[in-house]
């Protein structure tokens, strides 16, 4: 009876009063981006000589031999990605410092002359073993920029780069992503290389046609313009190309919210790491980012509309650390449990617009757990309300909603609201949608939701609409310090208890209780640790490092204040002060210094080169204490730790900015300096 129905309303659909076929909107995704889009979330692993020098930025003068791990188990990383709900991972076959994970014929400098398995082993034939074995895909990160290849900065090296890229895409199976990072400084014989992109793709597409380019600028998926893990709310899958490059400065707002009704569909991936630092390192290993952080992160990249590519450093073994991997699994976890079960699928489904003659797009098709199939409005209908309404009230806190976008992206625009008596209360206005969008919202009781579509750039197409009530969470504790030392510490969950130390010891409840501020003028680590239930319920550990509380320093330099008033919120930047300029600090007694640190202003004005001097009367300088680059702070513009090789007695500090991150950018800018 159900086959008969159906065949008389195809028959019926052909009729001439029937809809034709929805017409595609604007660029479209390609099949394979399609389905890349619905991987939604996998891993990136950092690793490589800085895994072991405690660098981010190798400068491709290394010893190879450093390279040793001891333990390598490329079946734990896919194991644990698997576990995790991960649905691939990317590996830094080649970062800047040249190295290759491979033994490359294109090198000197790689896996063979290295001291692991007696320069017999390859990285990239294990990992893409153990992601066959695990059901995983495998992609590589191979970065142009090499800091260590003689070629470098000539025009030979964009064939040595492509034969590279030929190894990598011949000798390990399917590779679904090719990461192309525009980082471009300079090379071994101080020159920048000007990069052969139609050869790099034109290779790579040789063998695996289908492959995802990631970029600055695409083709595949583009940078969502921050190393955070947040898609802008507003999150279009498309950019007019022709505005972007690799490696382009100034284009990273653009890239966070991508361009309504642009000319090429370029979807966002958000690359962020668990750790502080894209590569291991010993002393991040009590600084692996909270599960309520990995959440934020997750509702604002997958929930946004974005892939999440989440880096997880393997360590100096070779394993991914039991820390990290503990976190992937509670966010595993929480996700499960967050998504649940789908109330929306009780939900009696109506609609206020529908494609005439159209059984095809029906509301049913709204919440029939099916992303091929969808609801559609009739042509040039740019507004409808979906009201999802129940028998029983329903609470619920999560509203996940989704685009066909095969047929391109359209909406602009919609707002939720809810039944309260008899009338709709507004709980939430939004612009983009895109394959996914999953809205956080407070704890709501209705009988009735209601979604309104308020503006389109074509008929709106939606495949599914879903409902969940997630579990409470206990927020991460906030830990703030002013100028003169005084700590606090907030939360914004419900009559938590907060336990906290000052020795970079683990919180327990027997240690110091929260209740209001204190003093804590020295540099070192505070952690705090949230617990409800009689402290039978603990929350994250959280960790703040602070340096000497800056309450009796003088900036010397005129008008420099803002950079030593223990808030990073303020900055000193003088537009006549150009490079190398000098920021001169009076600590008002002797002190000793074991290292310094840098926060740049995100706006702008970041350096990149520096010398840091120590002084007893602020006339003597003598030689720079310490003097290098602050390794990738363009696209990570956090705070920077230097370490001193041996600790100095000083009243007086000098850092001296000598060159910026951005070349168009001449004036710096100091959000904060200080000293540990
Ligand atoms: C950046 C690089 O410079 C970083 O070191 C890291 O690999 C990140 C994922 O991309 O551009
Ligand atoms: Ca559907």
Request: include cysteine; charged fraction near 20%.
């Amino acid at each position: 009876m159900r086959k008969a129905v159906f065949f008389i309303l195809l028959i019926l659909s052909g009729k001439a009063w029937a809809q034709p076929e929805i017409k595609p909107y604007g660029a479209l995704p390609s099949n394979a981006q399609v389905k890349w889009q619905q991987l939604e979330y996998y891993m990136f692993i950092h690793f490589g000589p800085n895994t072991f020098t405690d660098k981010e930025w190798g400068h491709g003068d290394e010893d190879p031999k450093v390279f040793n791990p001891t333990e390598l188990d490329a079946r734990q990383w896919a194991r644990t990605a698997k576990l995790a709900g991960m649905k691939g991972i990317i590996i830094t076959a080649k970062h800047h410092d040249g190295f290759c994970l491979w033994p490359s014929e294109y090198s000197k400098h790689t896996v063979r002359e290295s001291a692991w398995k007696n320069g017999k082993g390859d990285v990239l034939a294990e990992l893409s073993a153990a992601c066959k074995e695990y059901g995983l895909l495998f992609g590589v990160y191979l970065s142009p920029w090499d800091r260590n290849h003689p070629a470098y900065g000539t025009p030979e090296y964009n064939q040595v780069f492509a034969n590279q890229l030929r190894e990598v895409h011949t000798k390990y199976g399917h590779v679904f992503e090719q990461w192309f990072d525009g980082a471009n400084g300079e090379g071994p014989n101080g020159k920048k290389q000007v990069y052969d992109w139609d050869l790099f793709e034109g290779t790579v597409k040789k063998y695996h046609p289908e492959v995802i380019f990631f970029s600055d600028a695409g083709p595949g998926c583009r940078w969502i313009g921050n190393e955070n893990g947040f898609a802008g709310t507003t999150n279009w899958s498309t950019i007019n190309r022709k505005e972007f490059a690799p490696g382009m400065h100034g284009i990273q707002d653009k890239l966070n919210t991508g361009q309504e009704g642009a000319t090429d569909w370029v979807p966002g991936e958000a690359d962020v790491s668990i750790r502080p630092g894209w590569f291991f390192s010993p002393a991040t290993n009590d600084k692996v980012k909270t599960l309520p952080w990995l959440l934020d992160i997750y509702y604002g990249s997958v929930g946004r509309n974005a892939n999440l590519l989440l880096n997880v450093p393997v360590d100096r073994r070779g394993r991914i650390h039991e820390n990290d991997s503990i976190r992937l699994m509670e966010l595993k976890k929480t996700l499960d449990a967050d998504f649940k079960s789908n109330l929306a699928a009780r939900a009696r489904t109506t609609v206020t617009n529908n494609r005439p003659g159209s059984p095809l797009t029906s509301a049913i098709h709204l919440t029939d757990n099916n992303y091929n199939t969808y609801w559609a409005t009739e042509d040039g209908k740019l507004t409808a309300d979906i009201n999802l309404s129940f028998e029983k009230e329903i609470t619920f806190n999560r509203l996940a909603i989704q685009e066909y976008i095969p047929l391109g992206q359209r909406v602009k625009a919609f707002t939720v609201s809810v039944l309260e008596g008899k009338q709709y209360r507004e709980i939430a206005r939004e612009t983009t949608i895109g394959y996914k969008r999953i809205l956080r919202l407070p704890n709501t009781t209705t009988k009735s939701v209601k979604i309104t579509l308020l503006d389109a750039l074509a008929s709106p197409v939606i495949s599914e609409v879903k409902l969940y009530k997630a579990p409470e969470l206990l927020a991460d504790p906030v830990i703030k310090r002013s100028k003169s030392g005084e700590v606090t510490i907030a939360i914004q969950s419900a009559d938590p208890v907060v336990y906290y130390t000052t020795n970079g010891s683990e919180p327990t409840t027997a240690s110091a209780k929260y209740s209001s501020g204190f003093s804590f003028k020295g540099s070192g680590t505070i952690k705090a640790k949230a617990f409800i239930n009689n402290g039978k319920t603990p929350g994250a550990t959280v960790t703040q490092t602070f340096d000497l509380a800056p309450e009796s320093w003088n900036a010397v330099t005129a008008g420099a204040k803002n950079a030593v008033d223990g808030n990073p919120g303020t900055t000193f930047r003088n537009a006549q002060m150009k490079y190398p300029a000098e920021l001169v600090v009076d600590m008002g007694i002797p002190t000793t210094v074991n290292g310094f640190t840098y926060t740049p202003d995100m706006r702008g004005g970041i350096v990149y080169q520096y010398a840091f001097y120590v002084s007893n009367d602020g006339k003597e300088w003598g030689e720079p204490v310490a003097k290098g680059s602050f390794a990738n702070i363009l696209n990570s513009p956090v705070k920077q730790s230097i370490k001193l090789s041996k600790p100095v007695q000083c009243r007086y500090f000098k850092m001296v900015a000598l060159a910026p991150a951005d070349e168009k950018d001449q004036v710096p800018a100091f959000a904060e300096t200080g000293v540990f």
